[in-house]
Nanobody, 123 residues
Framework: QLQLVESGGGLVQPGGSLRLSCAAS????????IGWFRQAPGKECEGVLC????????NYADSVKGRFTGSRDNAKKKVYLQMNSLVPEDTAVYYC????????????????WGQGTQVTVSS
């Protein structure tokens, strides 16, 4: 069964950092672009970033540029989201998702999704 499982969320103070992990099983990551999305209460699902199949190129949302970094290790079947300089507006459930071959701009284009992990930024 194809699965993605996020971990690493939690409560952090403004200005702090968190590193989220996404572990894949049941398929090889090499042919999938990986997107990170987030959804805050009452808000639409927002694309955070997308990493291409090799990890050589990452597209970032303007809201996280310079603060968040995506990376992947295809051999280990893991994807990461390093979040620095967190602000309360970053509070959301964060999801990793996989799409065949390329990064898409819309959540509905992604084939596989994790269950999400809660990130809360508060003092």
């Amino acid at each position: 069964q194809l699965q993605l499982v996020e971990s690493g969320g939690g409560l952090v103070q403004p200005g702090g950092s968190l590193r989220l992990s996404c572990a894949a099983s049941g398929f090889t990551l090499d042919y999938y672009a990986i997107g990170w999305f987030r959804q805050a209460p009452g808000k639409e699902c927002e694309g955070v970033l997308c990493i291409d199949t090799s990890g050589g190129r990452t597209n970032y949302a303007d809201s996280v540029k310079g603060r968040f970094t995506g990376s992947r290790d295809n051999a280990k079947k893991k994807v990461y989201l390093q979040m620095n300089s967190l602000v309360p507006e970053d509070t959301a459930v964060y999801y990793c998702a996989a799409a065949e071959d390329e990064c898409f701009g819309y959540p509905q284009e992604y084939d596989y999704w994790g269950q999400g992990t809660q990130v809360t930024v508060s003092s």
